[in-house]
């Protein structure tokens, strides 16, 4: 018998940055699903401690106050919106750039649902939380984007089309798989849209999206 004890590696110890990063992402996600299946008024700092597994105290460290966290959940999802909207650049092609743009915005739909109903929510509301940044940083890149369809435009990729009116119609169609999901579902006699539906309306989307802005699918 081997008298030589084996030590078992030690894991690489988590940098307090890290720790933060991990428990503010956590809270968020927690929050992201309380409000929005209970909304802002019915929606309390100590339910979604409770559901993350951490004390009243350790929310508010992270998030002042349920204002500040409600903010939070809207910005994390915006900053995603906008990101893709970002990697739409003149130099591609429409056929490949509106192809992703769909793909991820619809997939978005179905991976933070109740984030898309929660900004939805907002805006119905007139945007008491969020206006500053609809101001700024959406209007900055949604310009940014239109110029881009301009730009196609130019090259003959694509037919002369308003840009600003393409962009309002791929966010309508695409966040209806989040924000009217219940209303599918009811329809489709199903308890929750599949992976297959939301690859259909990925496919529809872009068929419809391609040929009506004269872009050819090949």
């Known amino acids: 018998m081997n008298s030589t004890t084996q ?19 956590q809270i968020l996600l927690v929050a992201e699903r309380i409000f929005g299946e209970r909304g802002f008024s019915g929606t309390t700092i100590s339910a979604i401690a409770e559901e993350a597994g951490l004390p009243k105290a350790n929310v508010l460290y992270y998030f002042r106050s349920k204002e500040a966290l409600y903010k939070g ?22 056929r490949e750039a509106l ?12 991976e933070h649902p109740h984030a898309s109903r929660i900004f939805a929510a907002e805006i119905l509301h007139g945007a008491p939380y969020l206006k500053a940044e609809l101001e700024t940083v959406l209007k900055e890149q949604f310009q940014q984007t239109c110029q881009v369809f301009r730009e196609w435009i130019a090259k003959q990729w694509m037919d002369p089309i308003s840009p600003e009116h393409l962009l309002f119609m791929l966010w309508s169609s695409t966040q209806a798989y989040a924000d009217f999901s219940v209303q599918s579902c009811i329809l489709l006699e199903k308890k929750e849209l599949s992976n297959d539906d939301f690859e259909a309306g ?6 419809l999206v391609l040929k009506g802005c004269g872009i050819s699918q090949v």
């Open 202 to 207: 990925i496919e529809l989307l872009t068929r």
């Open 99 to 110: 192809r992703n743009y769909i793909l991820k915005k619809v997939r978005q739909s179905k």
């Open 7 to 25: 030590t078992k590696p030690k894991r690489p110890r988590r940098s307090l940055a890290k720790i933060r990063k991990d428990n503010s992402d």
């Open 73 to 94: 959940v809207l910005n994390k999802l915006l900053s995603i919106w906008l990101v893709s909207m970002g990697d739409m650049n003149a130099e591609q092609h429409p």
